[in-house]
């Protein structure tokens, strides 16, 4: 990919996107963000351009023509939310594509890069999970997912984009929402509890730090300059989440109790074990920079709420 690159960046100020935006601006990208609400980016450069807008709504969409690639991040990411909520799920995650497929279909957007994610696997028969390895939808947050990359592939075939679709395993890093399981831990410690109230801590998961998402997406983008292609992004290291809680655990010298107050999901849609084949995306030359307890180390350090700084 050559510098002289326009990127738009959907949900540029999520966790994902936000993280994009300023590693594509620290290479000399001519970047801009398209999000719900921009304002919430409070590091953006002065010279990265927003746009505010709801993608379920093709009317608040800005033309597209300017870009020469688009990195979609914007969605609702959220499998609990999906339950409660499909139709809302649905709306962002599936017909949202759509509208930025449609607008980079007018505006003869090159690249399309769809930032999905691992849920559309389900339960895997083999581990680690492939590319080619069969998908199976869960829930709705998983569903909506898929049709989403499915979406990007009918306008690669129909339209001559180049779509790439990254599905990103378990992120986490300084700065993701306190929602998450690695924000929960860490907030939940820093509070000064003697006692961490969680949910199922038995699945294992590929826990991926937010560096190596970012560097996965840059080298997609320099590497894959046609067609439909699908890789994973993880770290290719399968971790049981008490381990990863008694990681953290571990950088704030803290004693203190786990306690399951729930066991979670339901059997039906819970995975008990994940963790993603990156040789794919190795095979471009790419490679994880950060094990779990590099990344948990580093995200620690950079958190707030760390008391031990």
């Known amino acids: 990919?050559?510098?002289?690159?326009?990127?738009?960046?959907?949900?540029?100020?999520?966790?994902?996107?936000?993280?994009?935006?300023?590693?594509?601006?620290?290479?000399?990208?001519?970047?801009?963000?398209?999000?719900?609400?921009?304002?919430?980016?409070?590091?953006?450069?002065?010279?990265?351009?927003?746009?505010?807008?709801?993608?379920?709504?093709?009317?608040s969409l800005p033309s597209f023509t300017e870009f020469d690639t688009v990195i979609h991040c914007a969605g609702q990411v959220s499998v609990s939310d999906s339950l409660s909520n499909p139709v809302d799920t649905f709306e962002v995650n599936t017909l949202g594509t759509q509208n930025i497929l449609e607008k980079s279909r007018k505006g003869n957007v090159d690249n399309f890069v769809y930032i999905s994610s691992a849920a559309v696997y389900g339960k895997p028969n083999l581990l680690p999970m492939k590319e080619s390895s069969d998908t199976q939808c869960l829930h709705p947050y998983a569903s909506s997912k898929l049709a989403g990359e499915h979406l990007v592939e009918s306008y690669v075939y129909s339209y001559g984009l180049t779509g790439i679709v990254a599905r990103c395993f378990t992120v986490y890093g300084p700065g993701q929402q306190s929602n998450n399981l690695v924000?929960?831990?860490?907030?939940?410690?820093?509070?000064?509890?003697?006692?961490?109230?969680?949910?199922?801590?038995?699945?294992?998961?590929?826990?991926?730090?937010?560096?190596?998402?970012?560097?996965?997406?840059?080298?997609?983008?320099?590497?894959?300059?046609?067609?439909?292609?699908?890789?994973n992004i993880g770290c290719g290291v399968e971790?049981?989440?008490?381990?990863?809680?008694?990681?953290?655990?571990?950088?704030?010298?803290?004693?203190?109790?786990?306690?399951?107050?729930?066991?979670g999901r339901s059997e039906s849609i819970e995975i008990n074990r994940m963790v993603a084949d990156v040789n794919k995306l190795k095979s471009l030359g790419w490679n994880p920079s950060y094990i779990p307890r590099e990344g948990i180390r580093m995200t620690v350090a950079k958190s707030s709420n760390n008391t031990n700084k």
Request: proline fraction near 3%.
């Open 1 to 59: 990919m050559n510098n002289d690159q326009h990127i738009l960046v959907t949900g540029g100020s999520g966790f994902i996107g936000r993280n994009l935006v300023k590693t594509l601006y620290a290479e000399n990208h001519t970047v801009s963000i398209l999000s719900r609400n921009p304002s919430s980016f409070i590091e953006i450069p002065n010279d990265v351009a927003c746009y505010e807008a709801d993608i379920t709504l093709m009317s």
């Open 183 to 231: 924000p929960e831990v860490i907030e939940q410690i820093s509070s000064g509890s003697s006692e961490l109230s969680l949910g199922n801590i038995e699945p294992t998961r590929d826990f991926v730090y937010i560096d190596d998402i970012c560097s996965g997406v840059r080298t997609l983008l320099s590497s894959v300059s046609s067609g439909f292609s699908i890789y």
């Open 239 to 263: 971790t049981q989440v008490r381990d990863l809680i008694n990681m953290i655990i571990d950088e704030f010298n803290h004693d203190i109790t786990i306690k399951e107050t729930s066991r």
